[in-house]
């Protein structure tokens, strides 16, 4: 059927058979959007596809532009890897948790930092108070990594650690770690989060001003470069500026103008875009509006691919695939009826496995309440397994390419994301755009443009402000031992008695050289004082004086 | 201490956590329902949420926490309200917070709990209500 006589044919279905349906049965809503608000028509066909070239903007797995994924087999030679994130407690605590998930067949580590790691200060300091293992592991020296990787072969395993302000002193303790195994360190797989600007608007565990920061981000990508040939130097994170209650749109685009602007400081700092231009990586969320996620994740890795080659020069091929690690919306899960989460995780898995991730957390259903049990994390990683393993959604290559529907959104949410990061550029790019308050300020209204929508009714939410129960069983919730922080600085008050001190003062003394010299590396340096357990919080506190502190942007 | 005039909230991050869409989303939302809203910013120490409603004459303190240290957290404000005198501030608080640790908050002096999906207009209905009865 040509285009015309296709848009003839249309016309006739709407006038004979879809009018009469309309005036007996009108629809739900006068106007259906996805949860970004894109307005959703009521059929897609060939039509809404008119003028797109197959080969331009859909293409062939493993090919630019890689909308149908960056592998040509995908997941039909292997599964995405699947990686629960998880820490509390103690390094040993963890460490059992790491094996546990290793036991039940999950196929890559993730490493949940707490938040005095997170924002640089030992679990002894005043600031510390009350939060020393609570939404992750406390590491504050070298011997707190040893005890939480002992007996897991890192040159086998690949491990991710979600840490971004202080991300060179961890990744330096992991490859001392790997280094004392006997483990190749040109071996070593995994990826370090390292990204800084998602910080300041969505995440809050800045330290260092943007300049700075950047410097330490670019100053690691160098040093993967040289040294952790195959590790991920960085993972842009649109997980978490969702999270913060952006769009789908806004997820993409905020995301992408953050990876233009480290792409931009690296060739700044004289490195060449494809030296680690295939070591770049990227997070984003798997929320629960299906159709929309599957074309958000379509649409991002066309528009990284394009924004490399077009704009960025990268030549390499390996450059211009956007990879990426997913993780399943956890402002999606509810306090109410909690076993409920498990099937909305289960749908954003899915989203995410049919949008072509290479690596999968999913969320816990007790997560609105506390940190996971071990059986609620069973659960959770049993679903990925249950995608992997009985749905058959694995066993062909972007099994929803080429549905009119899909397409159609994943054209539209790379336009309107092209759009935002026009105009982020005329801002004068994603760091002053970010100084600037621009991009706080979006996010900030899409979130409560959300709340309004729950709270009007205008969103239903199961179990929230519909479908209630009263008297709700709650699942028996994971304690964190409130010992825990005593017990830290028992550990790292043995360490620093244990320590060389003058090993220490001179290792930390030469950090703070490299860093006042501005063109310096710093990254050995770091490895220097890690080696000789100086720790996270003396490390950052040389950092802090020579680099300042942020003070947070339109407070 | 009987005044009229709006009333005045400070919604406040305690701790090193740093999820503030519901901060943002509640500040705004009271800010909507007529109040005056000061939002603090990140990790802000209990001395300085207390010395910001002393500067600020706020009737209430919004508190939000995500990281699980609001145990510590939320009773340290209360003392250091009452240490300046502010005793009768009404302290609330918010976030992720397991229903068994609320009637240890409500103990130390925290008003009332407000978990995740409790609707803004809750909260400033009972913000409303207290603060009706503080002011006499």
């Known amino acids: 059927m040509t285009p015309d006589s296709l848009g003839d044919a249309r016309r006739h279905w709407e006038r004979e058979t879809l009018a009469k349906t309309l005036a007996r049965f009108p629809e739900r809503e006068g106007k259906f959007e996805t949860l970004s608000g894109l307005e959703i028509d009521r059929l897609y066909t060939p039509l809404d596809g008119e003028g797109r070239g197959y080969g331009e903007e859909i293409g062939f797995p493993g090919e630019f532009p890689f909308t149908r994924g960056i592998q040509p ?129 969505a995440r809050g565990t800045y330290i260092f001003p943007p300049e700075p920061s950047m410097r330490l981000v670019t100053d690691l990508f160098a040093y993967c470069a040289e040294s952790l040939p195959v590790w991920n130097s960085i993972s842009i994170s649109g997980y978490h500026i969702r999270e913060a209650g952006s769009t789908a749109v806004q997820e993409v685009a905020f ?174 790019g994603a760091v002053a755009a970010i100084e600037k308050g621009f991009v706080q300020k979006e996010i900030e209204d899409s979130a409560y443009r959300y709340q309004r929508l729950v709270e009007e009714g205008r969103r239903t939410v199961v179990g929230v402000n519909a479908f209630q129960v009263e008297d709700e069983k709650m699942p028996p919730l994971l304690e964190v031992d409130p010992e825990v922080g005593r017990r830290q600085m028992a550990t790292l008050s043995e360490v620093r008695a244990g320590r060389d001190a003058k090993a220490v003062t001179s290792s930390l003394e030469a950090l703070r050289e490299a860093a006042v010299a501005t063109d310096a590396a710093l990254m050995p340096r770091i490895v220097d004082a890690v080696r000789r357990y100086a720790s996270l919080g003396e490390i950052c506190h040389v950092l802090r004086g020579v680099f300042g502190e942020y003070a947070g942007a339109g407070r | ?73 939320f009773p340290r404000v209360v003392d250091e309200l009452r240490k300046r005198g502010l005793g009768d501030v009404i302290v609330i608080g918010g976030g992720i917070i397991p229903a068994g640790d609320a009637p240890a908050l409500i103990q130390a002096g925290v008003r009332a709990v407000f978990g995740p999906g409790s609707p803004t207009s809750e909260i400033a209905e009972f913000i409303r209500g207290a603060v009706k009865e503080r002011r006499g």
């Open chain 1, 73 to 201: 087999t995908m997941y039909r030679g292997r599964l995405w890897t699947m990686r629960q994130y998880a820490g509390f407690g103690s390094a040993s605590e963890t460490n059992r948790r790491f094996k546990y998930l290793l036991e039940q067949g999950q196929t890559g580590l993730s490493v949940a930092f707490d938040l005095p790691t997170q924002i640089g200060y030992d679990s002894d300091d005043p600031l510390a108070e009350g939060e020393v293992g609570k939404v992750g592991v406390a590491i504050d020296t070298l011997a707190d990594m040893e005890t939480l990787f002992d007996g897991i072969p890192l040159a086998k395993v690949s491990t991710s650690m979600t840490i971004n302000a202080p991300a060179s002193i961890l990744l330096a303790m992991y490859a001392v770690v790997a280094e004392k195994q006997g483990a190749p360190l040109d071996k070593l797989s995994g990826t370090i989060q390292n990204d800084i600007l998602k910080e300041y608007v």
């Open chain 1, 255 to 428: 995301t992408l103008a953050n990876g233009v602007a480290y792409v931009q400081a690296a060739k700044r700092a004289g490195l060449d875009v494809d030296t680690f231009g295939p070591r770049l990586s990227f997070f984003f969320n798997g929320h629960i509006d299906f159709l929309e996620e599957v074309a958000k994740f379509r649409a991002a890795r066309r528009l990284w691919a394009r924004l490399m080659r077009d704009r960025l020069g990268a030549k390499d091929p390996r450059s211009w695939m956007l990879r990426f690690h997913t993780q399943t919306a956890g402002s999606s899960l509810t306090a109410q009826q909690p076993l409920n989460n498990v099937v909305r995780t289960a749908l954003e898995a899915l989203a995410a496995v049919l949008g072509g991730a290479q690596s999968l957390h999913t969320n816990s259903f007790d997560e609105a309440l506390a940190l996971p049990s071990e059986d609620s994390v069973r659960v959770a990683l049993r679903t990925q397994q249950i995608i992997g393993h009985e749905s058959g959604v694995a066993d062909s290559v972007d099994p929803l390419g080429g549905a009119y529907l899909i397409e159609s959104l994943t054209d539209r949410i790379e336009a309107e994301a092209l759009r935002y990061i026009d105009e982020i550029d005329r801002l004068g």
């Open chain 2, 1 to 73: 201490m009987a005044r009229s005039g709006p009333i005045r909230v400070i919604v406040a991050k305690p701790g090193l956590d740093g999820h503030d869409r519901g901060a943002k989303v509640v500040a705004r939302a009271l800010r909507d329902a007529g109040m005056e809203v000061i939002y603090t910013g990140l990790r802000q120490t209990p001395e300085r949420i207390a010395e910001a409603a002393l500067d600020e004459d706020a009737d209430v303190v919004g508190l939000s926490s995500l990281s699980g240290a609001h145990r510590v957290l």
